[in-house]
């Protein structure tokens, strides 16, 4: 008599066979039979993480590195809950997640117990599929079409409710042959008409978002800009910037949006790679949230599901542009290591100095990265990963999943002291798995947007009661007892040459390590 | 010519009107207006929290210790995200909350920001009364149809979302006569069918539940057993607890459902007081989920959204009941302080032995606890608060929340290790509020409950892969150090004696203390 085999079993068998190779979770009593079945799947790493909020921030990181997604594994809409401003940022830099969550049967639904809620509902905001397992025998079929709308261009999650029953009962796997979407690029027509744009004696952008922001699409952008003149811009935020040494450079465009203005004003032309048109972050009262100059013409190379790169490349063959390396590519060069008192800028020129080759740098630095990422533009090749969404908590998260993704590189963490509060239980999973992260806490105990955006919003002279609930400083966190309690090393620097040697210190010891930097 | 009042500051008034009186928040830049407005309205207090789950677990203690919505401002949906798991466990506590929460101005939201999302469509599972507000001239409105919706009985979420520019448009605050809904209690044809019920020689439980478990309500519900034999029942987790000396018992419905299904074995009738019939927390294969006894009539003498403490007094007086104290009531007996290694037991037996009069009680010990409210059923009067919808991560915030509430009382907060991990961020504004609370972290670990669980689903045996994701012990968390990290003074205690010694010196010093169980 053949072995019975759990429709848990098999789902786990299909994850492993789309190429699924990790698993964050929290698990509750709902996914008992899922954890169960990651113990012979051992294609399939199991990863604990102590709040949701991590699972869904390091599938995003994972996913981000390798274009491949993770599993998440939530315990019914709670723990979903949990994980949703993640997921929200994962939705935003376009990684492909698949969560599975787990439910009541649906006939104990009915008695409206405890743990009960509307889960399709609430996944519904952050997913772009969401779909409900009705018996085991469809399980695993349920769980191969997560994984490809997870894995439709350009990325998205997919949420799979799955009732506890499907999970218990029994079902045979699938053979699956995996292949996951093809991603189209741009049409020949949408080519002429962008390269008869380029042609056109008009300033023009060209704004790259997405996976053309990695290597290949930026030496064919670099190609068509050097042929044409066009500019090469970039999203303030987006999920991966490849840069460093010999790649070509794009420009960011600035945060607030009288400065995105200044730097798009002029351009009578904006094509778009991969990425919807700009868009202010915030609205604000008697300011226009339009972006672009007046009559400025948009047309799109490629939207965000095409193959952004593959259309790069078509588009500079149609101009002729040539094959050489650009000039726009920076040369290799660091800045001088810093002196003077501890700041956002002595932090980053230090780690402009000091990036390692290969580095990936986890950003929620709010308003003390800019000068790091300034600073790193001619360092040897690197990863840029921005909070995508703006939700904060993702820095350390982020971090966990790409070091996952690639443990043969360094991890380095900017993030904020308001941001690392949200999400500080994944140190413990950094901890746990040993991974090579320096998270960099900026420590300056105030959430420091909101006082600039309060002055900009014209309230020059606040009240206490106004800034204290602006403040960290009453008390003042301590992030050298909050990650050691978490299983992390940790010091705390107060100075421009502390920071420097324990930085030092940090990427030359393995597993991970906390900084906290007063500023 | 009169001064120009905006529409957050009408607001606010109309929020003090009503008698809101905190409000709890991690704002953005979308809620800065309404911080703002928070300078001048001193009859709220900001409430700086450094993670909405926070946010949400304090609304919920604040509003099962007075009956009353404290208000919640919430950052989008991202912020209202991170607020739903606590949000679940108000709406299964029955607590009225308002959130308030932040948006984009609509014609910015058609822009598609990083930040939007479908903020109605997320709070919708969470929340019974959800709107969004159209205009500045409306706010106030608005605001105070939030808060009827919160108090519409039993006790509800309400959402509003304010997009930023009806916040900072203007409007005049309306003059409020506030008076809250009138909660209707049951009518006289279904007492006299519960008198009928409880004249019949038939065996009857009341099973309580809601408003109707503070002394008034058990104490109707005392007279009613003395005088009919009727047992009283209460469901596992319930909001809040009145017990203690003097004050009648109920017994609260054990967690398994085996267990439920032996204890109201033998039961003809059951009569509910404000309360659903009883549902299993959790569904196994093989296993019914049918808790009542084939055959057993159910009747409501009070439905959740009526007075089932005048439903009570109503059904005693048709019973004919007495007036006097009855025998159900417990003397004033503690157990003897105890002896031996340190365990669940002897930390329950110790709380026992200790708890002050007027203690709060915030309970997610978990699998730790049951001891401690053994142990305390003849302490003098207290209050106990439960795990209602069972979504971990509620204790400390919730502890938080009846901190504020009620700040000449002492909070006793009794913590699962795995919960805490969750909503640890509440420590910290514990230590910045000074409140009186005393954390006993049960460090055991593991999340327990799953080990108990994944032995009932039949997993004998189970590999170090499954285990290792129900373990917290590689590395074990420090819970000194994250307490300190918040600012709340920490001990760890392996010994009975340590624990007495360091229960009894928290409970003696003002302002927050955690005292970490190593069992």
């Given at each position: 008599m053949p072995k019975t085999v759990s429709a848990a079993e098999s789902l786990m068998k299909v994850l492993a066979?789309?190429?699924?190779?990790?698993?964050?979770?929290?698990?509750?009593?709902?996914?008992?039979?899922?954890v169960a079945a990651l113990e012979t799947e051992t294609r399939i790493k199991g990863v604990l993480c102590l709040f949701e909020g991590v699972c869904s921030g390091a599938a995003d990181g994972f996913a981000r590195m390798t274009g491949r997604p993770a599993a998440t594994l939530l315990h019914l809409g709670p723990g979903l809950a949990n994980a949703m401003a993640n997921l929200h940022n994962a939705r935003r830099a376009r990684s492909p997640v698949v969560n599975l969550v787990g439910d009541h049967p649906a006939a104990h639904r009915r008695n409206d117990p405890p743990l009960a809620s509307d889960i399709a509902t609430l996944a519904r905001p952050v997913s772009a599929w969401v779909s409900e397992a009705t018996d085991a025998a469809g399980l695993p079929a349920e769980c191969l079409a997560a994984v490809r709308a997870?894995?439709?261009?350009?990325?998205?999650?997919?949420?799979?409710?799955?009732?506890?029953?499907?999970?218990?009962?029994?079902?045979?796997?699938?053979?699956?042959?995996?292949?996951?979407?093809?991603?189209?690029?741009?049409?020949?027509?949408?080519v002429a008409?962008?390269?008869?744009?380029?042609?056109?004696?008009?300033?023009?952008?060209?704004?790259?978002?997405?996976?053309?922001?990695?290597?290949?699409?930026?030496?064919?952008?670099?190609?068509i800009a050097a042929r044409t003149g066009a500019t090469l811009?970039?999203?303030?935020?987006?999920?991966?910037?490849?840069?460093?040494a010999g790649i070509p450079m794009?420009?960011?465009?600035?945060?607030?949006?009288?400065?995105?203005?200044?730097?798009?004003?002029?351009?009578?032309?904006?094509?778009?790679?991969?990425?919807?048109?700009?868009?202010?972050?915030?609205?604000?009262?008697?300011?226009?949230?339009?972006?672009?100059?007046?009559?400025?013409?948009?047309?799109?190379?490629?939207a965000p599901e095409e193959d952004g790169t593959a259309s790069l490349a078509a588009l500079a063959d149609a101009l002729g542009a040539g094959g050489a390396t650009p000039a726009e590519a920076p040369p290799l060069s660091r800045p001088e290591l810093p002196e003077g008192p501890l700041s956002a800028e002595t932090i980053g020129v230090a780690i402009g100095a000091l990036l390692p080759e290969g580095a990936i740098v986890s950003d929620e630095s709010g308003t003390s990265g800019e000068f790091a990422y300034r600073a790193t533009g001619g360092t040897p090749p690197h990863d840029w990963l921005c909070l995508t969404g703006g939700s904060i908590g993702q820095g350390i998260p982020l971090a966990t999943g790409a070091a996952l993704a690639c443990p043969d590189r360094p991890v380095i963490c900017l993030q904020g002291?308001?941001?690392?509060?949200?999400?500080?239980?994944?140190?413990?999973?950094?901890?746990?798995?040993?991974?090579?992260?320096?998270?960099?806490?900026?420590?300056?105990?105030?959430?420091?947007?909101?006082?600039?955006?309060?002055?900009?919003?014209?309230?020059?002279?606040?009240?206490?009661?106004?800034?204290?609930?602006?403040?960290?400083?009453?008390?003042?966190?301590?992030?050298?007892?909050?990650?050691?309690?978490?299983?992390?090393?940790?010091?705390?620097?107060?100075?421009?040459?502390?920071?420097?040697?324990?930085?030092?210190?940090?990427?030359?010891?393995?597993?991970?390590?906390?900084?906290?930097?007063?500023?």
């Open positions: 066979d789309t190429g699924i190779s990790v698993c964050f979770t929290n698990p509750g009593t709902t996914e008992i039979h899922l997870a894995l439709s261009p350009p990325g998205q999650v997919a949420t799979l409710i799955i009732p506890t029953d499907c999970a218990w009962g029994n079902a045979e796997a699938p053979a699956v042959d995996w292949q996951p979407p093809e991603i189209p690029p741009a049409s020949d027509s949408t008409t962008a390269a008869g744009m380029l042609r056109a004696d008009v300033p023009t952008a060209l704004m790259i978002g997405g996976k053309a922001l990695q290597q290949e699409g930026l030496r064919h952008a670099a190609r811009l970039a999203p303030t935020f987006d999920a991966r910037f490849q840069r460093g794009v420009r960011r465009l600035p945060y607030f949006p009288e400065r995105v203005q200044k730097r798009l004003a002029g351009f009578g032309q904006l094509i778009l790679v991969g990425v919807p048109a700009p868009t202010a972050f915030f609205a604000y009262p008697d300011r226009s949230t339009d972006l672009l100059p007046p009559g400025c013409r948009v047309a799109a190379l490629a002291d308001g941001g690392a509060m949200y999400t500080l239980q994944a140190l413990w999973t950094q901890a746990r798995e040993q991974l090579n992260i320096t998270t960099v806490i900026f420590s300056n105990r105030k959430y420091q947007i909101l006082e600039v955006e309060l002055w900009r919003l014209g309230f020059k002279t606040p009240g206490a009661r106004t800034t204290d609930l602006m403040r960290l400083g009453r008390p003042e966190p301590d992030w050298v007892q909050l990650s050691q309690g978490m299983g992390v090393p940790a010091v705390r620097v107060e100075t421009t040459a502390a920071f420097i040697t324990q930085f030092n210190k940090a990427l030359a010891e393995p597993g991970p390590h906390l900084i906290e930097a007063v500023i």
